[in-house]
């Protein structure tokens, strides 16, 4: 079983061995949400599901009468990607064929920043066995992989039964509560211009949550396209918490997405699986009353 990553090689030998395996490519353009299946259509691993962020991954309702996207009610977080339901994410996943004897293997083609979020969801989901491809599509076709183009065949309608989450979903008002308590350690994912505050493309309010640490998730990736070995990332997440309790830490990002890469390297570097805000920025800026810093 692989529970946090699994190389090209490994991935081509379990592929062999006939055990029950469903790949997933999650890649996406945040700014051109239509260009990551366009991508997978161009080239995938052969066999490959598409999980579209903005439609499987995430709960978005119909607009209203200014054109935004209501959050549904039975959504499981807020934001500008806001959680499924764990209901609706096992219906998502029983038709596409899923099962729960199944290894999932998630890669994109954007440095693990999206394929996270479908990791996070299955463990959230009771489903231990699952796996970021190291170095994504780039590292599979630089090892002599195989690729399709164009649209797989369907599967199988499954039944995908969930099980008690194995990750731990934070809610606004908990980290709220928890705000300044050494209870709680925020770590934020996004750029370091816009945790400052500089810049705010997306969300109405610029900076940050008050007292949250800066960790952009693009720090775990190395000069390879993988993630960096595991003694360096605990040296990096140790340096950063400067003796605060792993076991305390909640990532967050803009809208939940890009936390998840912080979520897989702590747990490579042996600092165990920490909580998600699934939330994040996007959730906290745009709830009345909450304070926002910047710098």
């Known amino acids: 079983m692989y529970t946090t990553l699994i190389s090209v090689e490994q991935l081509q030998a379990l592929s062999q061995s006939g055990q029950p395996l469903m790949v997933f490519d999650c890649s996406f353009e945040l700014m051109q949400p239509a260009a990551g299946e366009q991508q997978y259509r161009e080239a995938h691993i052969p066999g490959a599901v598409y999980a579209h962020l903005d439609t499987a991954l995430s709960a978005h309702g ?5 054109g935004k996207f209501q959050v549904p009610p039975d959504a499981a977080s807020g934001g500008r990607h806001p959680l499924p339901s764990r209901e609706k994410f096992a219906i998502w996943l029983s038709s596409v064929g899923f099962a729960n004897d199944m290894q999932a293997v998630v890669y994109d083609r954007q440095g693990a920043n999206y394929c996270g979020r479908l990791w996070w969801m299955l463990k959230w989901a009771g489903h231990e066995s699952v796996a970021v491809l190291d170095g994504g599509l780039q590292a599979w076709i630089a090892a002599g992989g195989a690729t399709a183009s164009g649209e797989e065949p369907s599967h199988f309608q499954s039944n995908f039964m969930l099980a008690p989450a194995k990750a731990s979903l934070v809610a606004t008002k908990t980290v709220a509560d928890q705000l300044g308590r050494p209870t709680q350690t925020l770590i934020d994912a996004r750029g370091a211009p816009r945790f400052r505050g500089e810049v705010e493309p997306l969300d109405p309010v610029a900076g940050h949550i008050p007292g949250a640490l800066n960790r952009p998730f693009n720090q775990n990736i190395g000069a390879d396209g993988k993630f960096k070995p595991a003694p360096q990332l605990k040296a990096e997440f140790e340096a950063l918490l400067a003796g605060r309790n792993p076991a305390s830490v909640v990532h967050h990002c803009g809208s939940g997405v890009s936390a998840v890469p912080n979520i897989i390297a702590m747990e490579i570097a042996g600092l165990g699986r920490a909580a998600l ?13 909450l304070p926002c810093a910047q710098g």
């Open 62 to 66: 119909l607009p209203d009468a200014s």
């Open 277 to 289: 805000y699934a939330g994040s920025w996007s959730e906290w800026s745009n709830t009345p009353g």
